[in-house]
T-cell receptor, first 115, second 110 residues
Framework: NAGVTQTPKFRILKIGQSMTLQCTQDMNHNYMYWYRQDPGMGLKLIYYSVGAGITDKGEVPNGYNVSRSTTEDFPLRLELAAPSQTSVYFC??????????????FGPGTRLTVL | GDSVTQMEGPVTLSEEAFLTINCTYTATGYPSLFWYVQYPGEGLQLLLKATKADDKGSNKGFEATYRKETTSFHLEKGSVQVSDSAVYFCALKGNYKLTFGKGTLLTVNP
């Protein structure tokens, strides 16, 4: 299994540009998450999904959108990039269910800079 | 709401020194508790976990005990190595998500 994969690894955007961060998992996990990591601030949840077709906001959703058309994919969309969105973005997934351990598996991250 | 407070870093130790990173939490009920580790340039990896009071999680020489009475889950290792240099995150699991502490940067010098 490849686990959780993210593309791209690095990206520089200009203010106002848009882009999609891709996330794919091959573990048949039902829950998927997007976090952003700012220096010294830990991880903040942006959006999460409990299954295909179902998404919900986390702590810091403003400026982002998500979709979940398949179990495997959970892309994150930035419509109008702003310098405040400069961060490292992590996608994660877990199998949530009765008796399951619920460990979250993380992708390697996307480092985004908005200038 | 749920919150996790962990020891501010950075922490710098010499090889073979004893490590403690403090973690306390606030949550409703009895959440599962985790320590994740992030090596430079990588994503987070689960280091250890505990799912109920008095459970001790352990892995790679690291240990942490779930203390309900003090709402704590401190990370310890008896003898650190240079390869343990990383950022360590304490986390608790609520209904659908993890709540993370801010992370503690550990640097181990030879």
């Amino acid at each position: 299994n490849a686990g959780v994969t993210q593309t791209p690894k690095f990206r520089i955007l200009k203010i106002g540009q848009s882009m999609t961060l891709q996330c794919t998992q091959d573990m048949n996990h039902n829950y998927m998450y997007w976090y952003r990591q700012d220096p010294g601030m830990g991880l903040k949840l942006i959006y999460y999904s409990v299954g295909a077709g179902i998404t919900d906001k986390g702590e810091v959703p403003n400026g982002y959108n998500v979709s979940r058309s398949t179990t495997e994919d959970f892309p994150l969309r930035l419509e109008l990039a702003a310098p405040s969105q400069t961060s490292v973005y992590f996608c994660a997934s877990t199998l949530q269910g009765t008796g399951s351990y619920n460990e979250q598996f993380f992708g390697p991250g996307t480092r985004l800079t908005v200038l | 709401g749920d919150s996790v407070t962990q020891m501010e870093g950075p922490v710098t130790l010499s090889e073979e020194a004893f490590l403690t990173i403090n973690c306390t939490y606030t949550a409703t009920g009895y959440p599962s508790l985790f320590w994740y580790v992030q090596y430079p340039g990588e994503g987070l990896q689960l280091l250890l976990k505990a799912t109920k009071a008095d459970d001790k999680g352990s892995n790679k020489g690291f240990e942490a005990t779930y203390r309900k009475e003090t709402t704590s889950f401190h990370l310890e290792k008896g003898s650190v190595q240079v390869s343990d240099s990383a950022v360590y995150f304490c986390a608790l699991k609520g209904n659908y998500k993890l709540t993370f502490g801010k992370g503690t940067l550990l640097t181990v010098n030879p």
